[in-house]
């Protein structure tokens, strides 16, 4: 019963070779979000989904783009990954905006841990 | 300043201790407050909300104090399975459902 799912879990891409990763929920939840995580470090948004607006973060190089087509999928292309975009990348999803009690709680996948080589 | 900060440990602790964290944020007008657990490569979890009357989950309890700026975690008899990162979440200056997460506190449970 995986709430948030994301493909693939590990991804391995040469530098500069464009990759895409890839997110689903079935919560049914309005936003989605995707972040990036280094090593000890705290994630760190890069963009997020509110319903079909897409809102980007001022620091968000425009190496990273995202699509989401429909609700319950969203994606995440790196158009020419260089070394320092290896990271763990991390989906969330959460329903500020629904029903009587919307949540701000945002719920991750299991990420997907990107190499570069 | 950071917006979220937090010792970043690593507390050592044995198991049954008592242990508390806590974290500093910037922004006085943060209203939505959490801790969220992250095991070694993993995503990180919904450990609890954090309420302005402070709320208690089993072993955990969580208090905010909205004078001071700062929330602790409380983890009262310690597990080994307890040993991971703990982050501090809150709200950023320009959403009230965007997070800023804090870059966490290792705790290590012995036996």
């Known amino acids: 019963d995986a709430m948030v799912i994301q493909n693939p879990r590990y991804q391995v891409t040469q530098f500069g070779k464009p990759v895409t990763l890839s997110c689903s929920q079935t919560l049914n939840h309005n936003v989605m979000y995707w972040y990036q995580q280094k090593s000890s470090q705290a994630p760190k948004l890069l963009f997020h989904?509110?319903?079909?607006?897409?809102?980007n973060e001022a620091d968000t190089p425009d190496n990273f783009q995202s699509r989401r087509p429909n609700t319950s999928f969203c994606f995440l292309d790196i158009r020419s990954p260089g070394l320092g975009d290896a990271a763990m990348y991390l989906c969330a999803t959460s329903s500020p905006g629904q029903g009587a009690r919307g949540s701000y709680e945002q719920y991750f996948g299991p990420g997907t841990r990107l190499t570069v080589t | 300043r950071k917006e979220v900060e937090q010792d970043p440990g690593p507390f050592n602790v044995p198991e049954g201790a008592t242990v508390a964290f806590n974290c500093t944020y910037s922004?006085?007008?943060?209203?939505?407050f959490f801790w969220y657990r992250q095991d070694c490569r993993k995503e990180p979890k919904l450990l609890m909300s954090?309420?302005?009357s402070g709320n208690e989950d089993g072993r955990f309890t969580a208090q905010l104090n909205r004078a001071s700026q700062y929330i602790s975690l409380l983890i009262r008899d310690s597990k080994l399975s307890d040993s991971a990162t703990y982050l501090c979440?809150?709200?950023?200056?320009?959403?009230?459902?965007?997070?800023?997460f804090g870059s966490g506190t290792r705790l290590l449970v012995r036996p």
């Open positions: 989904y509110y319903d079909k607006d897409f809102n």
């Open positions: 979440v809150v709200n950023m200056m320009d959403s009230s459902y965007k997070l800023i």
């Open positions: 922004n006085s007008a943060s209203q939505s």
């Open positions: 954090v309420y302005s």
